[in-house]
Structure formats: structure tokens, C-alpha cells
């Protein structure tokens, strides 16, 4: 199983690559000093519920980070927690002098909706960004870069759907040059080509990435190392990605589903704990089942992105048919997680 889940890895990222490979572009972010930002025993609790409990890291230079857990357990609040929206019960957050945070968080700012989109970013943030290799990229080639045509870019805000609101939000975040960038969820909104011109400029990008995602391949691209949220108020690191994650946790619970001794009797309360657990077990093996067809699926629908391309109502059909698979999948993963926490407790 793991070979055809790296199949489709590897399918999946070859597939996003093709569709975007004409929008490499690197801004070049505010210098900053040897401190980036550093939290330090904080612990954070709503309701009696302990969300965070005393959990210290050091955020470094170029570092791209993945944040995984189950749905609840305190992710946007540590985020939150991060950019100073929110202050944690106990502990401290220190930034770095030129630490610069740019935040795309999953409900947006509210956007001026009389203003024309090419306006609203060359007042409310410049006239044009600085590239690494030291040109200047104008508002509007920057708004081209994220899919907005020049008709677009003359259109007045309220016009815009939903999803290119998030669109121009993540624009004029990336406009301001932060060098510690903050990304909750960026997958749910965003179409299969803005996600690929996401991708290659986070995986370029030379300050820092915090990302939250459910969505395993986008983390694969994005983060290559874990902070797991295990529901308790504990946070774990794990080097690796989210694939790699994800296949590390069911070898354990495969190895704590073998009998503890060579019959495999077990009796009383602990025969009733292993009872349990293969239940749980067995379930983990049914979603597993589920996620795995329902990756086949995308995959399915990538390739038909990809080969009817220039057809904008096709595209646009399927990318509907991804969205509302995208929903289902995100129940699956989440309950996968709960179930894998609900056996390591």
C-alpha cells in the first residue's frame, strides 16, 4: 500500500509542477536578525480545556513547518497565539527585532468592496515588491501572478467570487514583504493552478513558513518538518513530512495490534482493552481504505484539469467535483487522526 500511496504522491506533485511551471517568481522579504521568534512555556486553555500546556520551541531561519492535529485541539490558537492576536495564559512570545509577520488566516480581513482590486493594493500596500534577484515586480504583475487579468484587476471588489477575495487577501499579504508567514488552511479556498503558484513560492520562499493544512501533498511540497498536536495539550515535533508522518503512525499501530504473547489470550479488563483496540484498529484500516480511494479520485481529477486546461467551464466543473471530494477527505483524515490519538493515549 505504501508503494501505490507514493505513487500517487509522486503523481500528484509531478501533476501540480506541470500546470505552473511559467510562474517561478521570488519576492525577497525584510532582512531579519539572528532571532526570529521564540515561545517559551506557554500554555493556553478555553472552558477548562487545555488546548496548550507548557510548550516551548525555537522558530529558525528558512524553517518550513507543518502543523497537524485533529480539528479543535488548539491549532488556529496557537497561530493566533504566534502573530499576538491572542496571549497565552502563561509563558511569552518574543520576536525578533525585524521579525515581520504576514498572516493568512481562514476568515480575511474585510475588503473594501467599492474599490477596484488593482487600486485597493497599489493605496492600501505599494506600488510594486522587491524580487530576490533585486527587480521590482509592479502590483498589477504581481495580481497577473495569482491569476487576476488585467479585466479582473479593473473589476470592482464586491464583484469578485469568494475564492478570489482569498485570492487578493494572500496578495496583499505577500505585498507587504513579511519575513515570518503564517498560512491557516490555505488549501480550502484556492483552485488547483493557485495552489501550484503557492507551492513554488513557499517552497523559495527564504523567511520563515507556518503552515496548518489538511491537505497532504500541498504539506509534502510545503513542510519538512511536523508540530503534532496530540489533543491533550501536548505538541511533538517530528522531522519528515506529512507522508511520512502518516506512514510512521500505522506501522506503530501495527505493532501495538500484534497479541502480547504467542496464543494471543488475553483475559479481564486488559482482554477488553485489546477488544477495544481491535475495533479501533480495524477501523483505522476502513478510512485508510477510504482516504486511499478517495486520493485515487483527485488524482483522477487532476489529470482531467490538466488535459482539458483550456476549456473554462470544464475546469471550472471539476474543480467543484475537487472541492466537495476535498470536504469528504478532510472528514476521513480527520477522523484517522482521532482515531490514532484515541490509540496512543
Not at 91 to 108: A, C, E, K, P, W
Not at 120 to 132: H, M
Not at 298 to 309: F, N, P, Q, V
Request: charged share 25%; proline share 2%.
Amino acid at each position: 500500500q505504501k508503494a501505490r500511496t507514493d505513487k500517487i504522491i509522486s503523481a500528484m506533485n509531478t501533476e501540480r509542477f506541470s500546470v505552473q511551471e511559467n510562474y517561478s517568481f521570488q519576492v525577497d522579504p525584510k532582512k531579519v536578525g539572528k532571532k526570529i521568534l521564540e515561545v517559551s512555556n506557554i500554555s493556553k486553555s478555553f472552558d477548562g480545556n487545555k488546548l496548550i500546556n507548557s510548550f516551548s520551541y525555537t522558530f529558525k531561519h528558512y524553517e518550513k513547518l507543518g502543523i497537524i492535529g485533529p480539528n479543535g485541539v488548539g491549532k488556529s490558537t496557537f497561530l493566533n497565539i504566534l502573530s499576538g492576536r491572542v496571549h497565552s495564559d502563561f509563558g511569552s512570545v518574543s520576536l525578533g527585532v525585524n521579525t515581520h509577520i504576514g498572516y493568512f488566516d481562514q476568515t480575511s480581513i474585510e475588503l473594501p468592496l467599492y474599490m477596484r482590486v488593482l487600486e485597493y493594493i497599489q493605496k492600501n500596500v505599494g506600488e510594486y515588491i522587491s524580487l530576490e534577484n533585486g527587480e521590482k515586480l509592479s502590483a498589477s504583475k504581481l495580481l497577473e501572478r495569482f491569476q487576476f487579468s488585467s479585466k479582473l484587476q479593473s473589476s470592482l471588489i464586491e464583484k469578485l467570487s469568494g475564492g478570489e477575495k482569498r485570492r487578493l487577501y494572500l496578495v496583499q499579504i505577500l505585498m507587504h514583504n513579511p519575513n515570518f508567514l503564517i498560512l491557516d488552511e490555505p488549501t480550502n479556498d484556492f483552485d488547483i493552478r493557485t495552489l501550484s503558484i503557492l507551492e513554488e513560492f513557499l517552497m523559495g520562499f527564504s523567511g520563515c513558513v507556518v503552515t496548518v493544512s489538511h491537505d497532504r501533498y500541498f504539506m509534502d511540497r510545503v513542510a519538512d518538518h511536523l508540530l503534532v498536536f496530540d489533543g491533550q495539550g501536548g505538541i511533538h515535533t517530528f522531522t519528515g513530512t506529512y507522508s511520512e508522518y502518516l506512514a510512521q503512525k500505522k506501522s506503530n499501530n501495527q505493532e501495538k495490534s500484534k497479541p502480547s504473547n504467542e496464543n494471543g489470550y488475553s483475559f479481564g479488563k486488559e482482554g477488553i482493552k485489546k477488544k477495544n483496540l481491535a475495533k479501533t484498529q480495524k477501523e483505522i484500516q476502513n478510512v485508510e481504505s477510504e482516504i486511499e480511494k478517495l486520493e485515487n479520485q483527485k488524482k483522477i481529477i487532476h489529470e482531467d484539469m490538466a488535459k482539458h486546461r483550456t476549456d473554462f467551464l470544464k475546469v471550472k466543473d471539476l474543480n467543484e467535483d475537487l472541492k466537495k471530494l476535498d470536504e469528504t477527505l478532510l472528514l476521513k483524515l480527520n477522523r484517522w487522526e482521532e482515531l490514532n490519538h484515541s490509540v496512543i493515549q
